[in-house]
């Protein structure tokens, strides 16, 4: 039997009050905000079960005025039986995440699987791929199926998309991850990026390291990669020396999700590498902000034959899963439990709980050794 979303139960009372004349033609029904508080839901979800009643002319919605039933007795939707729940109430949220893979983003989704199991809930995944057109029309496609929440990585952009600061303002139980709005009150989870930039930092300058590039996409300041940033500039300055920002490697565009990952503009990335690493050759080692930057870099020392020179670390990436001894140092999020709490603070919105919270996951430095880079190479 078909399971009936939060909306629908709404639109179903809604109706049978009016097919039972506890609603008669002409009586005004409770408002967005009455029904919201009533069914301890958002004001979209009350909303949408309002709409749908006026779409079949059911009620007359009259702006600053309310909901008011029709008079038209001979409406074939009045003779209609509403949808019944099954026994078990549906319980389904919506997962958006911009995009995922073995670096980042596969441990985090086994674990949101596993804790919807633990609070018995379904999900339905979407995936954006970097396009704030495509998270608008996930998150519609959601709310119209009926979704009770959502979990949401949201897309690499500088400007905050609306409907996430509408379903925010609105009280609906939706949770970040991974990418935080600054200044928007939204529970998040992730990383502290800050603190780990830092520490990735330090293990550099504790190896010797002070010439070192900060290497970055072109044009994309997002709040998850200025505190990777400003982590790094931060700790430079807290040893009193400077980083010059005309030394750093920030207009690579292949690794954007809206850019074109053709093998001509990776090429192109590759070309810019190269011609930095040749003009400034004192650069000991390179501060990736993620492991497709890194790997792109490491890729043209490769092609130099410096790959045993210098270092290379970054945030997330696959090599300990393949080898026990891996190349590279790197952030290691704790992905996995990364999914686990989104799950728990959204499950915790969908029983009413209002506060905002942010929950900070453990990160580890995963350390690599430059002498196993005599084995292996990357293509």
Same mark, same amino acid.
């Given at each position: 039997?078909?399971?009936?979303? =939060? ?7 809604? +109706? ?6 506890? &609603?008669?033609? %002409? ?7 009455? /029904? ?29 005025? %309310? ?10 939707? #009045? ?41 018995? +809930?379904?999900?339905? #995944? ?16 959601? /709310?119209?199926? %009926? ?15 609306? #409907?996430?600061? @509408? =379903? ?12 935080? #709005? ?49 982590? &790094? ?19 690579? @565009? ?59 670390? &970054? ?23 990364? %999914?686990?709490?989104?799950?728990? =603070? ?28 005599? @084995?292996?190479?990357?293509?």
């Amino acid at each position: 039997m078909k399971k009936v979303s =939060l909306y629908e139960k709404i639109y179903n009372d809604i +109706l049978e009050g009016i097919q039972a004349s506890k &609603f008669p033609p %002409g009586s005004k029904l409770p408002s967005e905000k009455e /029904l919201s508080i009533q069914y301890n839901v958002s004001r979209i979800t009350s909303k949408k079960a309002l709409d749908m009643l006026a779409e079949q002319n059911l009620i007359s919605r009259m702006p600053g005025k %309310g909901s008011y039933v029709m008079e038209n007795q001979e409406n074939e939707y #009045l003779r209609q039986e509403p949808l019944r729940n099954s026994k078990k109430q549906s319980r389904v949220i919506g997962v958006i995440m911009d995009a995922f893979g073995a670096s980042y983003g596969y441990q985090l989704l086994l674990g949101i699987e596993r804790e919807c199991k633990e609070q018995d +809930l379904n999900f339905i #995944l979407k995936c954006t791929y970097g396009s704030k057109e495509a998270e608008i029309e996930a998150i519609n496609e959601l /709310l119209d199926i %009926g979704v009770s929440g959502i979990i949401i990585m949201c897309v690499h952009d500088e400007t905050y998309n609306a #409907l996430v600061l @509408k =379903l925010a303002v609105e009280k609906f139980p939706i949770v970040l991850i991974d990418r935080q #709005l600054k200044g928007i009150p939204i529970s998040y989870v992730g990383t502290d990026n800050y603190v780990a930039a830092k520490e990735l930092t330090d293990w550099l300058f504790r190896h010797g390291h002070t010439r070192i590039c900060f290497v970055s996409h072109a044009s994309v300041m997002t709040p998850t990669i200025l505190e990777r940033q400003n982590g &790094f500039v931060d700790y430079h300055l807290e040893h009193n020396i400077i980083t010059n920002e005309s030394m750093w490697i920030s207009n690579l @565009k292949s690794m954007l999700p809206s850019a074109n990952r053709g093998e001509a503009s990776e090429e192109s990335d590759l070309d810019l590498i190269e011609d930095f690493i040749r003009k400034n050759p004192k650069t000991t080692a390179f501060f990736a902000i993620e492991y497709s930057i890194g790997l792109l870099v490491y890729k043209t020392l490769q092609k130099l034959g410096q790959e045993k020179e210098k270092e290379v670390v &970054f945030f997330d990436g696959i090599d300990e899963i393949y080898d026990s001894n891996p190349i590279f140092t790197r952030v290691k999020q704790g992905e996995y439990q990364i %999914g686990t709490n989104s799950v728990q =603070l959204v499950a915790e919105r969908m029983k009413g709980k209002r506060e905002v919270e942010t929950r900070l996951i453990p990160y580890e430095i995963i350390e690599g050794d430059r002498k196993n880079r005599n @084995k292996k190479t990357i293509a």
